[in-house]
């Protein structure tokens, strides 16, 4: 199995993008990121993370809520609703991740490739300033030459 | 605006005068005139990106009256970079695992 890499882009000032392939149809791939009992399998971010809970109501105005648990018990829970359910291709939803972050409206697209699938995630942020916040957060590998020699800066401090 | 030490970081660095200042700095300690240099900005205008940064504790000035060298601080920056590593982490950790899981979701469904 080859592995592939995410590429992220900002297709606006208020955007945030990131493309993926994965090797399976898009069927399977739409599956896996929209129902319950693939999602509690894979989208748990670091090992040792678990997801107690995973709520999704797959329809225009349907709620979802997913609560992560970390390793030291500690919990984050994001809650939002679709906007747009287009199966196999298309998904249009808003994330909450709580009251210390703006709300966002994600669109994830699906694309048959072959016998492979490209999903380009796209988070749309209320303000620049919201996208700026996250994007020092790390979200993007940061083209900015400054922001560049800050991070050469950061990985010298070492852990 | 939230004042927590995490935010106040955040909001140092969503500017890239201030990046420029922080990536001129991690070279050495400067004066502001020699910070002022590099940009097309007046004394006071660094001056002000500089009490920005003071604020979030990035940035600390010499006791010295006349010269007042201004030298980084990346404490806070150490904790930005946790959190930093742990969001890009998350999808990079996810995806790879819904490699593999597809790959079981292929297999199930060949087998019916």
């Known amino acids: 199995m080859t592995t592939e890499t995410s590429a992220w882009t900002t297709p606006s000032d208020v955007e945030l993008a990131v493309t993926r392939t994965f090797d399976a149809p898009q069927h399977l791939v739409f599956e896996a990121f929209t129902r319950p009992e693939h ?4 989208m748990l ?26 390793a030291d018990g500690t919990e984050l829970a994001m809650t939002g609703s679709y906007l747009e359910v ?5 998904l249009v939803q808003t994330e909450s991740w709580g009251d210390d972050w703006p709300e966002t409206v994600n669109t994830t697209t699906f694309t048959s490739s072959g016998t492979r699938t490209v999903v380009v995630q796209t988070t749309k942020f209320p303000t620049p300033e919201a996208r700026e916040r996250a994007m020092a957060t790390g979200m993007t590998s940061g083209a900015d030459t400054s922001y560049d020699r800050l991070e050469t800066y950061l990985a010298s401090l070492g852990a | 605006m939230a004042d927590d030490p995490l ?8 500017d890239p005068t201030r990046r420029a200042i922080l990536a001129r700095l991690a070279e050495g300690a400067a ?8 940009f097309a900005m007046s ?11 003071e604020r979030a504790g990035l940035v600390v000035r010499g006791r010295d ?7 980084l601080d990346a404490t806070p920056l150490r904790e930005v970079s946790e959190w930093t590593d742990g969001f890009r982490r998350f999808w990079d950790d996810s995806y790879r695992r819904l490699d593999a899981y597809l790959e079981r979701m292929k297999e199930q469904s060949d087998d019916h």
């Open chain 1, 86 to 90: 287009t199966p196999f291709a298309r």
């Open chain 2, 7 to 14: 935010s106040l970081t955040f909001a140092a660095l969503a």
């Open chain 2, 43 to 53: 004394g006071p205008a660094v001056s002000k990106h500089l009490k920005v940064l």
């Open chain 1, 39 to 42: 999602i509690v399998h894979w």
């Open chain 2, 65 to 71: 009256a006349q010269w007042r060298p201004c030298t």
């Open chain 2, 31 to 38: 004066t502001v005139k020699e910070l002022s240099a590099p």
């Open chain 1, 45 to 70: 971010g670091p090992e040792g993370w678990t997801m107690p809970v995973c709520e999704v109501d797959l329809r225009p105005g349907g709620q979802w809520h997913m609560v992560w648990r970390r």
